[in-house]
């Protein structure tokens, strides 16, 4: 049926390789894209404020994008059931495309949606494009899906490789009577009193073009060391494309066809082998940011929380170098490397023994790749609790990884130079003792039945 289309915009917050995108641009009809800020529907998780922040920047930069090629970003506020529905009916669209969503929530609403809508007439149709393997399509022999990482990522890597990513349109035709739009200033997602932005607005330039410039550079001067380096904090070795991929600027096929035909791309490929694993995790376990993944963990003896103690850890004031330094890069900066992510974490469940629930609501708040799935998968993995993950009894010492991926104390001596003073801060809890007595509250986790 004639009438314009309406192309949803989620977390793929791109032109190119946007198979809904370019779906609508066939259709030969005038294209409306749509952004909606759901906060309401049920179960889904609210944003927290460096994702705040980054979203902000990266529609404004769409919205212009979009714009540029005669097309228009339309702003929406509510449970997207509703809202949707309403922007089809002020459009009098007769079509709407989507990129799918993975997390459990957000797949009740799509399948909602996609139903009333095609009960009243209008075409709805949803592709991949933020994962490079639909999760139902990877499956051990028994049908069953992968809780190790190794062997699913070798049955991923032998389904057909994933496709070539699509060109970017020159030209989005927008409607001749646009329909009404919030203004994104009004959405008030950028920090005001205080402006704690400053630090990120230093770090990052959110929007695809500077994704694919990032990406770009990264292939071209970073990947040859990132076997080598990328375990290093201050070496500046790894593509810094976390936040990109969280928010679909880049996507996933063109960051792997572009690594594959740089070469040399395997270990980096993994990598975002593990982010598929992480979404996969999600998608077969929903609530994996609140429930332990191993349902015997239930059973650790988690002592009541010291509230100085995690304030402690989120101020980066624990008196432990790599810790504070990594707590203070991800204040100031919205990121962290992923090494000291390891470590801040390991520092928090094993040594001041807070549950990892805990840690992982701090960094969804102030990470601006903050990801509904690689976030509570790594807390997990840390944990102990996960899919694949460390042994509960591999305890991070901070000092000795300290002395192995920070040698020469570049990173400490950039985000907590105290420590290296002559005068170093003392330590808020004995590495030693607390290690001890989170090995034994783990005893209780080996008496719990296996779940
Ligand atoms: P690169 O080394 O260049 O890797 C390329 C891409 O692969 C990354 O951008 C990311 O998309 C993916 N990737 C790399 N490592 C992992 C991993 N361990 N798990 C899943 N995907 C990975 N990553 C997030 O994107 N969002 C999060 O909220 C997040 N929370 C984390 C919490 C903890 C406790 C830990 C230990 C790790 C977390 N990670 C998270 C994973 C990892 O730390 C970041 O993806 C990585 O540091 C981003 O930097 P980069 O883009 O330079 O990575």
Redesign the pocket.
């Known amino acids: 049926m004639p009438g314009p289309s309406i192309v949803w915009f989620r977390d793929d917050l791109r032109l190119a390789d946007n198979p809904a995108l370019r779906a609508a641009i066939d259709r030969d009809e005038p294209v409306i894209g749509l952004y909606v800020l759901d906060e309401e529907s049920p179960g889904i998780r609210p944003l927290g404020g460096a994702a705040k922040w980054w979203l902000h920047h990266s529609l404004a930069s769409l919205g212009g994008r979009l714009a540029e090629r005669g097309g228009r970003l339309v702003l929406r506020r509510g449970p997207a059931e509703r809202v949707v529905r309403e922007a089809v009916a002020d459009a009098s669209a007769t079509a709407i495309f989507w990129n799918r969503r993975y997390g459990g929530p957000e797949r009740a609403v799509d399948a909602a949606l996609k139903a009333g809508l095609r009960e009243d007439g209008v075409e709805v149709t949803s592709f991949a494009g933020s994962l490079l393997f639909e999760p139902w399509t990877v499956q051990t022999g028994a049908g069953t899906h992968f809780s190790v990482f190794t062997p699913f990522w070798r049955a991923c890597l032998a389904l057909p490789a994933p496709r070539p990513p699509l060109p970017e349109p020159r030209e989005v035709g927008g409607p001749r009577h646009p329909i009404a739009s919030d203004d994104l200033d009004d959405w008030g997602l950028l920090p005001r009193r205080p402006d704690w932005a400053g630090g990120l607005r230093e770090r990052w330039e959110p929007g695809e073009p500077a994704a694919r410039r990032r990406l770009r550079e990264?292939l071209h001067d970073d990947l040859a060391h990132?076997d080598r380096a990328?375990d290093e904090p201050a070496a500046g070795a790894?593509?810094?494309?976390?936040?990109?991929?969280?928010w679909g600027e880049v996507s996933p096929f063109t960051?792997w066809h572009e690594a594959v035909e740089h070469g040399h791309a395997g270990r980096?490929l993994s990598?975002?082998g593990?982010?598929e694993?992480?979404w996969h995790t999600l998608f077969h376990s929903p609530d994996l940011a609140t429930a332990n993944l191993r349902r015997e963990f239930d059973a650790f003896p988690w002592p009541r929380l010291k509230p100085s103690h995690l304030e402690a850890w989120q101020r980066g004031r624990t008196g432990v170098a790599l810790v504070d330094a990594g707590m203070r890069e991800l204040w100031e900066t919205g990121?962290?490397?992923?090494r000291v992510?390891?470590v801040?974490?390991s520092f928090l469940i094993k040594n001041l023994l807070i549950d990892w629930r805990r840690?992982?609501e701090w960094?969804?708040d102030t990470?601006v790749?903050?990801?509904a799935?690689?976030?509570p998968?790594?807390?997990q993995?840390?944990a102990g609790s996960g899919a694949d993950a460390a042994p509960y009894f591999r305890v991070f010492n901070p000092d000795l990884q300290a002395k192995k991926f920070d040698a020469d104390g570049h990173y400490v001596r950039q985000w907590a130079p105290e420590h290296l003073s002559d005068d170093p801060p003392a330590p808020i809890v004995d590495l030693g003792e607390t290690r001890k007595a989170a090995l034994a509250a783990y005893e209780a986790v080996k008496r719990a039945p296996r779940g």
């Open positions: 990264f990132y990328r790894t593509s810094l494309l976390s936040p990109r991929l969280r960051v980096f990598e975002l593990w982010r694993f992480a990121y962290m490397h992923n992510r390891m801040t974490a840690g992982e960094f969804w990470l790749d903050a990801d799935a690689n976030n998968f790594n807390w993995w840390v």
